[in-house]
Every structure is written in structure tokens, then in C-alpha cells.
């Protein structure tokens, strides 16, 4: 009795998995057959992917300007202006390099012309989002990439991007080379000056 319940079971068992089998093999037409009628497939071709939100009928001059305050690094953009449309995805790279015998850190603060212009103006990926470590005559190039929104007021054709890298406190304090002689002198001085008054 226990021997037939149970092959009741197993055949029950291995018909089901049989009906689960074909079934996952009928997904893959029907699954095709409904990306056809909706248009999904037109979104997964490549040529496809593109952003909508370009304003191609408005183009903004970007400037791009770089300076250091106080800091011996030399630090310029790669070139020193841009045609964008608004909504278009855009990268730039800056040269920086650290002219210096020893390993500095530093802090790029940005500001944009008009000042209005700053709201609309993107930055998905920039070395300014962090301090940078560059070690001695270290040179880098470093991207920036950035959208202007399209709802830039209509009265702006060119935007001014500034960057000025400061130094920051933790970097390696430079090597000393002086001659010893003279490093000594002060203290060959102060022992005289003692004696003399001894």
C-alpha cells in the first residue's frame, strides 16, 4: 500500500518537472515574441542608447582656467575652451604635476562666470570632490566630467570654469640641504657668545 502511494508520488513528481522543463523553454519565444510587440528590444541595441535630454538647438561655451595659490605645482587644462549642448555628457582632463622634491597635498576649490551659471553646471566625476596626494614630482592627469543643464538661463553663452588648488596641511615637510657647516654655525656662535661672557 506504502509502495504504491509512493510511486503515485514519484510519477506525479517526475511529471511536473517535465511540464516545468518545457515551459522554461517556451519562455524564451514568448519572451521574444512580447519585446517584438512592445518595442523593449529597441531600448537593448546600442545605437539605441543615447540621451534624450540633449539640447542640440543651444550650444554654451565652456573656458576652462587653472591656477595655484601659494603652491609650486604646474596645473592647466588641456585646452582652454569647449562647445557643449546642454544636457551633453562631457570630459576634460587637467594636467597637474608636483614640480617639488617632496610629497605635497593639495585642494582644487572651483568657481564658475557667470556665478549664476554654478547651479547649472554638473560635475559627475572631479579631482576637486577630494584633497590629492602627489608625491614628489609626481604628474597626473586628471579628468573632469561634467553636464550643463539644460535649463541654463537663456542668457548665458558662455560659462568660466576656475579652478585654484591650495596646499594643504599633512604633506611631507621638504629635506633640508643646507651644507652642515652652515647648519652648525649658529650653534658654534651661541658657544663663543657663552665663553665671552664666561
Not at 4 to 33: C, D, H, R, S, W
Request: net charge neutral; aromatic share 10%.
Amino acid at each position: 500500500m506504502i509502495f504504491n502511494e509512493n510511486q503515485t508520488i514519484l510519477k506525479k513528481l517526475t511529471v511536473f518537472t517535465a511540464v516545468m522543463f518545457a515551459f522554461g523553454f517556451a519562455l524564451v519565444p514568448i519572451y521574444q515574441k512580447i519585446c517584438e510587440v512592445t518595442g523593449v528590444n529597441d531600448f537593448m541595441r546600442p545605437e539605441a542608447v543615447k540621451n534624450t535630454q540633449v539640447d542640440k538647438s543651444r550650444t554654451i561655451k565652456v573656458e576652462f582656467d587653472a591656477n595655484t595659490r601659494n603652491l609650486p605645482w604646474n596645473f592647466r587644462p588641456e585646452v582652454t575652451s569647449i562647445n557643449v549642448h546642454p544636457g551633453e555628457l562631457t570630459t576634460v582632463v587637467y594636467e597637474v604635476s608636483n614640480t617639488t622634491a617632496r610629497d605635497m597635498i593639495g585642494q582644487a576649490i572651483p568657481s564658475y562666470g557667470p556665478s549664476q551659471a554654478a547651479e547649472h553646471f554638473k560635475k559627475l566625476e572631479c579631482f576637486c570632490f577630494a584633497k590629492q596626494t602627489f608625491l614628489a614630482n609626481e604628474k597626473r592627469l586628471m579628468p573632469v566630467v561634467f553636464v550643463v543643464d539644460s535649463n541654463l538661463p537663456k542668457d548665458i553663452n558662455t560659462i568660466t570654469l576656475s579652478y585654484s588648488f591650495f596646499e594643504m596641511p599633512g604633506g611631507v615637510p621638504a629635506v633640508n640641504t643646507a651644507p652642515a657647516g652652515k647648519l652648525d654655525s649658529p650653534k658654534t656662535s651661541a658657544a663663543t657668545l657663552d665663553k665671552s661672557e664666561s
